[in-house]
């Protein structure tokens, strides 16, 4: 399954709650990064669209691509065209290894921006109400109310992303509501298990 939500919604405290019950939790962000690392493909496609200038010591230099696609949208979407499909096929292999018994929770932050609602069977998103999105994201960020606003304006908007939901988890009470909700998302993906 897919799991999604705003800047600060709850995505990580979720999955960590479901790793714990045996999910193997694949997490978009940790494979963007990987597949960047030294002596990837992903980096000798970035090397060969954006030049030396974006790699010091071998490794990405990523200030410095940063400042090249935060000027440039077509530089974004290239870069976002080198990183995603190879994230879709780690992910892809990581769930072909975990085998067809396993509960496996793909984690990605930015599901309903990349449109890829279709690719899973089932789309769970944290949803927060949006006082308590900005005060977590300043606390934990250390944003001014400002900062905290611009970030979550520019995502998808919530009604888009609860739009795209099957499952919706609403983590705008305390942690410990969380509990019910996950114990029944839990017997979900139990039942959903093949065999
Ligand atoms: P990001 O996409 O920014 O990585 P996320 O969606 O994974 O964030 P978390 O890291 O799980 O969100 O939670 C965001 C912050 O809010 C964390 O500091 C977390 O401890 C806190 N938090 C999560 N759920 C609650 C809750 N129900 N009540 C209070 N604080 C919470």
Known sequence: MGLTGGIASGK????DDLAARG???????VLAREVVEP??????????RFGPEVIVDGALDRPALGRVVFADPQARRDLEAIIHP?????????TAEA???????QVIPLLVETGQQDAFDLVVVVDVDPDSQRERLQQRNGFSADEALARIAAQASRADRLAAADVVID???SPAELGPQL????SMLQERRPG
């Open 171 to 173: 983590n705008s009470g």
């Open 39 to 48: 002596g990837t493909d992903g980096l000798a496609a970035i090397e060969a």
């Open 99 to 105: 085998g067809s018994d396993a509960v496996v929770v």
């Open 86 to 94: 190879a994230v879709r096929r780690r992910a892809a292999e990581l």
């Open 12 to 15: 990580s405290t979720v999955a």
């Open 23 to 29: 999910a193997v939790v694949i997490d978009a962000d």
């Open 183 to 186: 114990d029944r998302l839990w």
